[in-house]
């Protein structure tokens, strides 16, 4: 790795007050050099399959709005997926949404397991820090993993502005569902357009089921934050929804749901 190289992680606003953590596992679609783009052209490399488009610019200034310590990632989803466990099969994918990652094809478990080292470990490592950190003051933080989802998957149009994923821990996601479904324009998905109860939450998982944290995924429709405007606008309105949900039901206690 060189210093013009991503650093797999990056933390901002660490020391910010309020009784929660922000995560963003999908933050970057940034690629070390030695990795020549994993074969793949700019244009590839700027769609879906390499980052949540939107993601680390709401969870940035959702940061700064609320007064929260943000952990995102440095690098991007095709090298591995940090919202993954190390041995599920699409942690590193040869195929992301019909595109064949030619980088990704054929590699051995050394190389494997040096890109967990690289990126997945130091990721993980780093929300669990500012997590313990936290909780040195708070019993129970708050978790909130920020995505984004595209606008059309195999030809559905989806519906949803934003979508609330989560399992057993109903804590933050039915608040987040009510106050966010108070606005008629927004269309809120439950557990849409992806389902927190298959696996896709790897992070909220280690991270805040397992501890009895509160925690939730929000997804945010790509097309409602790939400008600085519409990210700031969404930015505002978590931001607000978020701050009811402390004031109401926090400060919350250990609850384990799982498993």
């Known amino acids: 790795m060189t210093d013009a190289d991503p650093s797999p992680v990056a933390i901002r606003n660490a020391e910010g007050k309020a009784p929660l953590v922000l995560v963003c596992d999908h933050a970057s679609r940034a690629l070390p050099a030695e990795y020549a783009g994993l074969g793949l052209d700019e244009t590839e490399l700027r769609r879906h399959i390499a980052w949540d ?3 680390a610019d709401v969870a940035t200034r959702l940061s700064g709005l609320i007064d929260a310590p943000v952990v995102l990632s440095g690098a991007s989803r095709l090298l591995v997926d940090c919202n993954r466990a190390t041995d599920d099969p699409t942690f590193i994918c040869q195929v992301s949404d019909g595109t064949v990652v030619p980088g990704n094809r054929g590699i051995d478990g050394t190389e494997v397991a040096r890109r967990i080292a ?13 997590v313990g950190a936290k909780r040195a003051k708070v019993a129970a933080p708050a978790l909130f993993s920020i995505h984004s989802f595209t606008p059309v998957m195999r030809s559905f149009e989806r519906p949803w502005h934003v979508g609330i994923l989560w399992d057993k821990d109903a804590r933050l996601a039915k608040p987040l569902l009510a106050m966010l479904a108070e606005d008629p324009a927004i269309t809120v998905g439950d557990n ?15 991270h805040g089921a397992e501890a009895g944290l509160p925690h939730v995924l929000i ?13 700031e606008l969404w930015a505002e309105r978590l931001a607000g929804v978020i701050t009811r949900i402390l004031a109401r039901f926090g400060p919350f206690q250990l609850e384990r749901h799982w498993p």
């Open 53 to 55: 488009i939107g993601a």
């Open 219 to 231: 997804e945010l429709r790509q097309d409602l934050v790939d400008t600085h405007r519409g990210a």
């Open 118 to 130: 690289r990126f997945h470990r130091p990721y993980h490592e780093a929300i669990a820090a500012v």
């Open 192 to 206: 849409e357009p992806y389902s927190g109860r298959s696996h896709v939450g790897y992070t909220m998982m280690r």
